[in-house]
DNA sequence: ACTTCATGCTTGCATGCGCAATCATAGCGC
DNA sequence: GCGCTATGATTGCGCATGCAAGCATGAAGT
């Protein structure tokens, strides 16, 4: 592929390397946030996604794309969370095809109890893959991302 | 928790752009694979772990952590390429409540034959990622990762 | 040897997922 | 307005997963 032979096996050792460390992530993420709020991690993602859009709403599409799930598991998730009230549906105005989602007031207040949740497995997750040598150095590179400005 | 207050933002963010890679790449990896050699990302894995192997075999439960599954999905996932002639199961000799996993040599052909794939779609979801600028910084990082020797 | 507890793997069950087919609305050519 | 195709979302279906319970083997105490 244009680049030299030996990259292939370092590429791979890289993703396994990202593979490993979100998958421990996710698992404790999973568990806590589903144990004391009752929520998966997919669900979250769909809540603080749509927190932090200025207007709050999204359509399907869109949400399919920022979580990265197939537009039928989006329809059944958004499902979910409307049928706990934390969510609404509306229908576009401008084009009847689209719907848009937003959080609603309870939404939020979830939102707002699982964020300290989040952010504490999420630091305690990456302390600990920091104890492991094959994935302190990824975790470390993390903590470098330039941020968004 | 020690740190700064702003951390937690900062690591939120990178851990959704660890998450967003992770899903893009799988994505494809998943499509790939399964369309051209009829393998899962995680059936793919195990030939993967199996054969890096020096002796070439694993107990159920290493290989559960090597995969990040649960118990239960490494016995079904292990079903499902004993069925295929992919693995082959034999009990420890030396404790009987174990059960080594090695790879047969139509799963190492397989094998064989998958890797060239799976490389040449990481390489284009990588390059395709790092066109995108909240994941570009990544993807380099990625690739400055130290080689375990 | 017998009980008790720990460890390793497997099974029953419920759930979330992707794919493909489907339905509804939009947009275009005529 | 009428077809035709494109786009957005939902539904049918099969499958992989996790949890918790179950079963088998091992280890330790008596």
């Known amino acids: 592929m244009g680049l030299p032979d030996g990259a292939a096996e370092a590429r791979a050792q890289g993703w396994r390397t990202l593979a490993a460390l979100h998958a421990r992530i996710e ?7 589903q144990k004391q709020h009752g929520l ?10 749509l927190a932090r859009q200025d207007d709050y709403h999204l359509r399907m599409n869109q949400l399919s794309n920022a979580v990265v799930l197939s537009q039928s598991a989006t329809t059944r998730l958004v499902n979910r969370l409307e049928d706990r009230k934390l ?16 959080v609603t007031e309870a939404g939020r207040e979830l939102l707002d109890q699982a964020q300290p ?26 903590g470098k991302l330039p941020l968004t400005v």
Chains 1, 2 share one sequence.
């Open 87 to 102: 969510l609404q549906r509306y229908l576009c105005p401008t084009d009847r095809r689209g719907i848009y989602t937003e």
């Open 117 to 142: 949740t989040h952010d504490a497995v999420l630091t305690s997750a990456l302390e600990h893959a920091a104890e492991l040598p094959e994935l302190s150095p990824l975790v470390t590179a993390l």
């Open 40 to 49: 998966s991690v997919s669900e979250y993602s769909v809540l603080d996604v």
């Open 27 to 33: 698992d404790e993420l999973e568990r806590a946030l």
